[in-house]
């Protein structure tokens, strides 16, 4: 296609070095429907090169002390910070975020994945135990497993990619990362960081390009003993069957269906602005983001009534505009799947009650063509729906009544997924109990993305394999030994 201004062409960046590929793919910028960057489009080759220079770099790596490491991730993390507002302006313009989404979420965890993992890696102890009668002691000893292969999503590039590439190389691995072909320049921004910081050339490698080709050239590269992955249920099958005849160790989160389950003891004006945050930010394109809100009968009318009230203060608007709470979903193709799924609703009886299709979307000149939607909320879904039980990853949200916590336990369960859930209600029993029941990795009550990075944070069911955090990405990225001594 014809491109009238200059494109940001991005590179590989493998074993220290920008690397130019033979072949690239457009990339939009979703405010505007604009092309504006130019991203690799790497395959079989550009991985190979990439794993290679991971390989080489792995004995130095490995036998560095975690107090080396540690300081070099605390490097990054200066360095990425003291240039936080260009990355934040990068992020918006690449991912349709606002920037202030970019300004306060995106960049500053960014930021501090590096930081806690800086400090994780220095507090770790392994076990031992001993037995007497047999006059020996077990203890167990944990190294870093090899070139960990890391494939991360778009909806919160920089962050979650580096939630991998922290815990990966704090342990002593080395890396080969493919950020999404979507939104890539965080990740190319960041490598321009890495020698400066004194990470060594081959450490951390990027191999940008798309899921098909580079992405499955890097799950079935033999010498890639671990993959750990962020996207979809779907991509993690095919992930989990490419990588199978290796035998590869995978950690997987995947999407979600997330309920809010509101009971008539709820304090609304706590539950009403975080539930709509909940399920508006980011263009609801996290994976936490509540879809589905259970609400007592009791209270139906008058929640519903505040949180459509509370939806429509929300503006949609130009993501660079630092008032703009919603942005521009990440791309056209997936703007109109999330608006099926609001026309499937009203085909099947569903009322919307604001934004798609009943109110005006207001857009200043200049993003008349990018892919923006309205804060949409639907009522009186039936369970069996789509809209309540598929992923829809974009600004839309379904509230239905229910009568019991015993009911609304089941219904909260009822759908393939089990990521994140939240409970309001001021009972403090009653939270206790529903949190326990919930089949979902996180429980939320009286609050959302409250995080202890410390703790275990992942998926069941369709939602994902394996957990991520202090303890959890360390036991990932290294392999344990148990040795027992006799004397
Ligand atoms: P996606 O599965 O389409 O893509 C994710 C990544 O996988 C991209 O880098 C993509 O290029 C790559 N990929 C695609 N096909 C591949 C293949 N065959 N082999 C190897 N790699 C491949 O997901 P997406 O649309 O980028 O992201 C949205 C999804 O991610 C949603 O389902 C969301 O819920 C999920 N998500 C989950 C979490 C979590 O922590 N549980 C966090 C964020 C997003």
């Not at 395959?43 to 540690?70: H, M, N, Q, T, Y």
Request: glycine content about 8%.
């Amino acid at each position: 296609m014809a491109h009238t201004k200059a494109l940001l062409v991005l590179e590989n960046f493998i074993g220290g070095k920008f690397v130019p590929c033979s072949s690239y793919i457009d990339s939009y910028n979703p405010s505007t429907g604009d092309v504006y960057c130019r991203v690799p489009d790497s395959g079989k080759e550009e991985v190979e090169a990439a794993v290679k220079a991971a390989k080489d770099a792995f004995p130095i790596w490995s036998s560095k002390s975690p107090l080396e490491r540690s300081q070099i991730l605390n490097k990054l993390a200066d360095l990425i910070e003291h240039d936080l507002e260009a990355f934040a302006q990068a992020e918006s313009k690449d991912q349709g975020k606002t920037i202030t989404f970019a300004r306060t979420v995106d960049i500053p965890r960014a930021v501090h994945n590096f930081r806690f993992f800086a400090s994780s890696i220095l507090h770790h102890v392994t076990e031992c135990t001993e037995m007497p009668a047999m006059g020996c002691v077990h203890y167990t000893s944990r190294a870093p497993v090899g070139v960990a292969g890391l494939i991360s999503p778009w909806n919160l590039p920089l962050y979650l990619l580096t939630w991998k590439i922290a815990p990966a190389i704090a342990c002593g691995n080395t890396v080969v990362a493919k950020p999404s072909e979507m939104t890539s320049v965080t990740a190319w921004m960041m490598c321009q960081l890495l020698e400066k910081a004194g990470v060594p050339p081959g450490v951390v490698n990027v191999v940008f390009g798309t899921g098909a080709k580079a992405g499955e050239a890097l799950v079935c590269h033999p010498e890639v003993p671990l993959i750990s992955f962020t996207g979809s249920t779907l991509t993690a099958q095919r992930i989990t069957e490419r990588s199978a005849p290796h035998c590869k160790r995978l950690s997987l989160e995947l999407g979600g269906k997330n309920p809010a389950i509101v009971f008539d003891d709820a304090d609304l004006s706590q539950c009403i602005p975080t539930t709509v945050r909940s399920s508006f930010a980011n263009q609801g394109e996290i994976c936490l983001c509540t879809s589905r809100i259970f609400v007592q009968r009791g209270i139906y009318s008058e929640f519903l009534k505040r949180f459509v009230a509370e939806a429509k203060k929300w503006k949609t608007g130009n993501p660079s505009d630092p008032t703009s709470d919603v942005g521009a979903l990440i791309s056209k193709e997936h703007l109109e799947k999330v608006r099926t799924y609001v026309k499937k609703a009203q085909a099947e009886g569903a009322r919307v009650l604001c934004g798609e299709g009943v109110d005006p979307l207001a857009l200043p000149p200049g993003n008349q063509k990018g892919y923006f939607m309205l804060p949409t909320v639907i009522a009186e879904v039936k369970d069996e729906s789509c809209c309540m039980q598929e992923e829809i990853f974009g600004p839309v949200t379904c509230v239905v009544a229910f009568d019991t916590e015993e009911e609304v336990i089941r219904r909260a369960n009822g759908v393939k997924y089990g990521l994140a859930a939240t409970v309001w209600s001021g009972n403090v029993g009653r939270v206790h109990r529903v949190a326990h029941r919930l089949q979902s990795g996180l429980v939320w009550t009286n609050c959302w993305l409250v995080r202890d990075l410390n703790l275990p944070f992942g998926g069941m069911k369709a939602s994902g394999i394996g957990r991520e955090g202090a303890k959890d990405s360390y036991e990932f990225f290294t392999e344990v030994k148990t040795i027992t001594i006799k004397h």
